[in-house]
Every structure is written in C-alpha cells, then in structure tokens.
C-alpha cells in the first residue's frame, strides 16, 4: 500500500520568516495530495490540495508544489504568523473522488513572535 | 456548513469492555471514515464505507468493526478493548466527487 513520509516533525520558525514541509510517498499512482491543518485541540482542516497535472498551487501565503518523478511534494508559507502554528499533515490518495488518503506523520510548526 | 458530530469527546473503558465510537454527518457525504490518531504516527485508517452497508478494511483494521446501516452515520466498535487501543479516533467524511475530508472533532478513548 501506500506509504507517505513527512519531515521535519517539528519546525521552528521566527514570524515573518517561511516556512517549508516536505512530504515523499511511495505509490507512482498516487495523484491526489492534500494538506491539512491541524490546531490544539481542534480537528484536522484541509487548507490546500493539488492533483497531479498540475505542479504548483497558491493560496494567498500557502503554496503547494509537486514533483511526480522525484514523488515528493511539499507545502510553503511565506510572512509567517502567530495563527499559522499548528500541526501540518500531508497525505496521498491514488484516486482523487472517492479518495482513501494514507497521511504522513504530521510536522509541529511553532511560530516565534 | 458540513458538520461531522461524534458522540464522545472522552471515553474511559475498561480493558474486555465492547465499546462503540459513533460519528453523523448532516450534509449527504456518501464516504465516511475512521482513522486513529497517536503522536509520532499521525493518522492511520481503521475502516472506512463508500454507501451504506458497505464497508471496507484499512490499514489497521484488528480488533475493530464498523456498522453503516444509514447514510449519515458511520460507527465504530471495539469488539473487546484493549490498552492498546488507548489513542485519539477522528472520523470524517467526504463527497464522492472529491476534494478531501472532513474531520470530527474526535474521541480520546482511554482504556484502563
């Protein structure tokens, strides 16, 4: 099956600074990847996606990028705030409907004020 | 708003004890799913459906079995629990066209 890594498993970034998670899986038919976001004590919210054709996706400070032949793909945030720290889990599904995601480990991200 | 309820927020069983982990959503998602959450290993799916009376085994199915007799709840059982399965359970739903989950707030089930 499935199996998808994530690093670093904690991040500690000064505020303003980015921030960068990388995630590696292991299925070539994999095609749908999607971040979600975690806060203390609140469930799991995606907060961006990408499919496979296509390599990169931005929302405002959040960006994804994807690379099929290195299967690796990793979330950016830029200007980094206070709100953004949370854990991060990365995940892969081959089919994008119907989708059985296999999420990596997760990455604690502390912002310092 | 998609709103996926479980009944729990903390549960303490004992060991032996058959323990039931219910989940509803309110918004039609014919996918619903039951993962367990545990530090260092992130989420890892225990069983999930695609219609109702339909289920299908993930990665971490043992000592667990699910029930989906409508379609808005999905519920998960601990046939007989062990400490073992001490963990955080976070089930989610999803359409079948796609575009990720949604999650529940969880159950922390602790067995003593």
């Known amino acids: 099956g499935e199996n998808v890594e994530q690093h670093p498993s904690t991040l500690s970034v000064q505020e303003g600074d980015s921030a960068v998670i990388k995630c590696t899986y292991s299925d070539s038919a994999s095609n749908y990847f999607p971040w979600y976001k975690q806060e203390l004590g609140k469930r799991p919210q995606l907060i961006i996606d990408i499919r496979s054709n296509v390599g990169e996706k931005k929302d405002q400070r959040i960006a994804v990028t994807l690379n099929k032949t290195a299967k690796h793909f990793s979330l950016h945030i830029t200007e980094t705030q206070p709100e953004d720290s949370a854990v991060y889990f990365c995940a892969a599904s081959i089919t994008f409907g119907n989708e059985k995601l296999t999420f990596g480990t997760g990455t604690r991200l502390t912002i310092i004020p | 708003d998609v709103k996926v309820t479980q009944s729990s927020r903390y549960l303490v069983k004992r060991t032996g004890e058959k323990v039931f982990l219910e989940c509803v959503q309110d918004?039609?998602?014919?996918?619903m799913f039951w993962y367990r959450q545990d530090p260092g290993l992130g989420l890892r799916l225990i069983y999930f459906s695609y219609d109702v009376k339909m289920k299908e085994k993930g990665d971490i199915p043992e000592g667990y079995s699910v029930s989906r007799e409508k379609k808005e709840r999905f519920s998960l059982i601990l046939e007989s629990a062990s400490t073992n399965q001490t963990s955080m359970y976070l089930c989610?739903?999803?359409?079948?066209?796609?575009?990720?989950?949604?999650f529940g707030s969880g159950t922390r089930l602790t067995v003593v």
């Open positions: 918004m039609d998602h014919e996918n």
């Open positions: 989610a739903s999803s359409l079948k066209t796609g575009r990720g989950y949604t």
